[in-house]
């Protein structure tokens, strides 16, 4: 894994009204906007949660917010997907002369547990006209914890805060030894399969938590961001966390560019803590 950086302080890092359907002049999709806090899927007519917002747009589609949501926080309190399936690395072992060696057999669909929002598009959540910008705040509880957003596709945020998102490697063995045994801990506040580009964003406060015993997919990677590739500019990534006998990547870790043509991350003008 390789960062590009520039200008970046670094001090401790490693390890309807809403659903709009005609298109903007350029023919893409006109913004979906966002006018509620609330955390609901099935929100009163003429209410746009981000949830529902989330699940009506299209790949790509603008998700915005409502002037009137400036400096607010989206409390989230529902899981999504308690099994979200996102690709994962697939690891064996084989006999060497010198002993049990690990490898990567490769990519695969794994089981990421519990996540409170999830869509399989590309997503953009831009609040860049809120001054304040928007939060996203798991508030469910460490039980069952949460993380905050997973992506399967490229995500796009622009000025937002994501803070409380836990992603805990949890026992889902069921005897079968083809069975995943683990959940894996990846991505406090968000674990993206694809580019995560984040803008003026500010993730703090989310955890990553593995186990004690050395496999890897009780291993802990990413306390605020897992994903495939980052572009990180102008954010503050503080007060994350990765605990476990494998943790790493405190506040950020990169898969690297599995499956991608890209295989560079960057982060430039950004603090991370």
């Known amino acids: 894994m390789r960062f590009k950086t520039s200008n970046i302080v670094v001090l401790l890092l490693l390890g309807l009204a809403g659903c709009g359907g005609s298109n903007s002049p350029d023919g893409r999709p006109a913004p979906i906007i966002v006018n509620s806090l609330l955390d609901a899927t099935s929100p009163p007519a003429g209410t746009v949660t ?18 009137s949501l400036n400096g607010g926080t989206i ?17 064996g072992i084989r006999d060497e002369p010198s002993g049990p060696v690990s490898y990567l057999v ?27 910008g928007i939060t996203l705040a798991w508030t469910g509880g460490t039980q069952p914890a949460a993380r905050v957003l997973a992506v399967e596709g490229n995500l796009t945020l622009v000025n937002v805060a994501i803070t409380g998102g836990r992603s805990v490697a949890e026992d889902i063995a069921t005897g079968s030894p083809d069975d995943q045994p683990w959940t894996l801990a990846r991505g406090g506040a968000l674990a ?24 890897r997919d009780r291993g802990a990677f990413g306390g605020a961001v897992y994903a495939d590739i980052v572009d990180m500019e102008g954010c503050i990534v503080s007060g994350n966390s990765a605990l476990g006998a494998g943790a790493a990547g405190g506040a950020v870790y990169s898969v690297g560019g599995a499956g991608h043509a890209r295989t560079v991350s960057t982060i430039d003008d950004s603090t991370i803590t």
């Open 50 to 67: 981000l949830r529902s917002a989330l699940a009506a747009a299209e790949s790509g589609q603008p998700i915005e917010f409502d002037a």
């Open 106 to 132: 490769g990519y695969f669909d794994r089981d990421y547990g519990r996540s409170a929002l999830v869509a399989r598009k590309d997503v953009v959540i831009d609040a860049s006209k809120l001054p304040a």
């Open 75 to 91: 409390a989230l309190s529902v899981v999504a997907d308690e099994h979200t399936q996102l690709k994962g690395e697939v690891m």
């Open 192 to 215: 993206v399969w694809g580019v995560a580009r984040l803008v003026d964003c500010r993730l703090y406060d989310n955890h990553v938590q593995g186990d004690f015993d050395s496999s």
